[in-house]
């Protein structure tokens, strides 16, 4: 398969479900996670490729922080995108992510459309 792969994490099943199939109708695999755990261990498999994490930190709690840390160190190619409701956590978890401003949930479909299609992009002129 060569379409890009998601990796959502978010406990919320109403708000994660929706972006989930919405990201397939627009042609990518998405895996998905009610948290930090069972990421890692999607993670750590190594039998599916992971092109970006769309983690909600402020569901994760404590952890979130912890689990964007984590898969910085262990799988640096991958990339991250922090969500939450709460601005101060939300900018917290911009240290751990992507450069660009973190999403706020409720998910605006398209704007993470974008975001994912960008963050692909920049991995691949950093390829070549």
Known sequence: MNEPCVLLVDAEELVRTPLAQYLRECGYRVLEAI???EAQRLLS????????VLADIQTLGDGG???AAWVRENRPEIRVLSAGTIAAAARRAGDLCEEEPPIRKPYDH????????RLLAERDRNRN
Request: a negative charge; glycine letters at 14%.
């Open 65 to 67: 922080f912890a689990f």
């Open 35 to 37: 948290g930090a755990e």
């Open 110 to 117: 398209q704007l993470v459309l974008d975001r994912i299609r």
């Open 45 to 52: 498999g190594g039998s599916q490729i992971i092109d970006i």
